[in-house]
């Protein structure tokens, strides 16, 4: 179980240590949800919508660390002029590339989740239901050919 004190630790540690101008908002919500914005200017943007009235705050803080995956993404392809191929990931629904673009920014996520429960002095086994949460939400990305097939077979047209 994760308190909100610690989400707010791993905001302050993303914003100041993590990545150069990225700002980033904890807006309470009834569920949790989580954006990237890429830089309009030189700041970046992570929105993390979370629910007040949890007592585990997990999944926001899973997503913030997945979305700062998504920053470093930002930052890499934009420096070799990829910020096309970027665009164009965030915004595809599903199938392998989208799965391993997503799947970059999970890991991606790990290393700073890593660095963070380091120098918060937190469990490190945090990391594994990090991971957990990480592969059921790549899950969602999955358009393999064996769920295309049995889909078209269900539902032909």
């Not at 200017?41 to 803080?61: K, T």
Request: aromatic content about 14%; overall charge negative; proline content about 5%.
């Amino acid at each position: 179980m994760i308190p909100f004190s610690v989400l707010a630790a791993a905001k302050a540690f993303l914003c100041w240590d993590g990545i150069d101008h990225l700002g980033i908002q904890l807006v309470p919500l009834r569920s949790a949800v989580a954006y990237y914005y890429p830089p309009g200017n030189q700041h970046h943007a992570i929105v993390v919508f979370y629910d007040p009235a949890s007592r585990d705050f997990s999944e926001p803080f899973f997503l913030l660390f997945h979305e700062a995956g998504h920053a470093r993404q930002w930052v890499q392809l934009h420096a070799v002029n990829r910020a096309d191929y970027f665009q164009k990931m965030m915004n595809a629904d599903r199938g392998q590339e989208k799965m391993a673009f997503e799947r970059e920014a999970w890991d991606s996520g790990r290393q700073l989740l890593e660095e963070f429960l380091y120098r918060e002095q937190l469990s490190p086994t945090l990391t594994a239901h990090y991971d957990l949460y990480a592969r059921a939400s790549l899950l969602t990305y999955d358009d393999s050919e064996d769920r295309r097939g049995y889909h078209d077979k269900a539902h032909p047209e």
